[in-house]
């Protein structure tokens, strides 16, 4: 299937891309390479030298420019070549690579692949909650060896975490939870509720809710295209209403570096007011996080990349249980936004 282009799609944190020297990362098949200009201002181009081929990210950071390891010739953020040492210093027509859009907004970077001139800010989807003039943000990424959509569906079904984690996010009332599904435009809302459930104890913990408290917990999960999703958790006491609870979002994030691995970033915010309490807090429970995301949803999600090889996933003709009502509808809309995108570009 071929990749949604224009939409924005992370490609880093921000503290990925230092302010002296080169980042890089494959992105939709795509050697980016990542590096800060005078200004700290993020910049992205092929990681290609036109030339021969070389990666750029093998060269050297120059201020507003990188320069080739090979031959030296020089590239800045808009991707023309700046300078070439050779000769009378001519720069030839066709030395350019290309670059991309990037925005550095909410702890995080984001790219735009697609045409250049639909590439609108306004467009990156909310996670205020991430805002790093209001929030400590306790960041985390992992490496998928799966497609970014079996990712989403991993995170749009969560009836899976009675099985798949069960004594860390998981319970017994999961399955039987109250749940439902809305869309806005392209926005996916999964909703589920679960009643009277007893949680395992890394959660009562973490929600600051007395051990053994029977409670309604709710977990409700937003989705924009490509694969960016946002969790909102929280539990009280059986029969109190959400208004008596904390509701804690949980930013999941996901982009494909090829057709089968896709790069994932999740994160836990506290707002900075908490000084270094918050900071311990944010930071304990993303390890916490860390821990059945890297070593149960991992494993699997890889497991099942590998059985379905190739394949389209509804050319396998998968069944359809209740639960997987969000994730289908994610799929359908992305599908339809693909097909779209591919009939206006051929227009």
């Excluded at 250049?116 to 989807?125: T, V, Y």
């Amino acid at each position: 299937m071929p990749f949604l282009k224009n939409i924005w799609y992370v490609a880093a944190w921000d503290n990925e891309v230092p302010n002296e020297g080169l980042f890089t990362r494959t992105l939709l098949n795509t050697p980016v390479l990542f590096f800060r200009d005078d200004s700290g201002k993020v910049q992205a181009i092929h990681d290609r030298c036109p030339h021969r081929f070389a990666p750029l990210s093998m060269g050297r950071h120059c201020g507003n420019a990188v320069q080739c390891a090979y031959h030296g010739l020089e590239f800045n953020g808009s991707g023309a070549c700046s300078k070439n040492p050779h000769g009378d210093g001519k720069i030839p027509r066709a030395a350019k690579v290309e670059a991309y859009p990037v925005v550095e907004k909410y702890s995080l970077i984001w790219i735009w692949m697609g045409d250049k001139e639909a590439a609108d800010e306004a467009l990156i989807p909310d996670y205020s909650c991430m805002d790093p003039e209001r929030f400590y943000v306790a960041k985390r990424y992992l490496h998928a060896k799966a497609n970014y959509v079996l990712e989403s569906d991993n995170i749009l079904d969560l009836s899976h975490i009675q099985f798949l984690h069960p004594s860390t996010l998981g319970s017994d009332h999961v399955s039987q939870a109250v749940t439902s599904i809305e869309q806005n435009e392209n926005t996916v809302w999964s909703f589920r509720q679960t009643v009277n459930e007893i949680m395992p104890d890394f959660l009562y913990q973490a929600m600051g809710i007395p051990h053994g408290t029977r409670v309604d917990r709710w977990i409700d999960v937003r989705w924009d295209a490509p694969a960016n999703m946002l969790l909102l958790a929280g539990a009280t006491p059986t029969g109190a209403p959400r208004s008596d609870g904390t509701e804690t979002p949980l930013p999941h994030l996901f982009s494909p570096e090829t057709d089968t691995t896709t790069h994932y970033w999740f994160a836990f915010p506290m707002p900075v007011e908490m000084g270094e309490q918050g900071v311990a807090i944010a930071e304990q429970q993303v390890s916490g996080l860390y821990v059945p995301f890297s070593t149960e949803d991992l494993p699997m999600l890889e497991a099942q990349q590998k059985m379905m090889g190739d394949n389209e996933f509804w050319d396998m003709k998968p069944i359809l249980l209740a639960s997987d009502a969000a994730a289908v509808r994610a799929r359908r809309v992305l599908d339809k936004m693909i097909v779209e995108e591919g009939e206006t570009i051929r227009s």
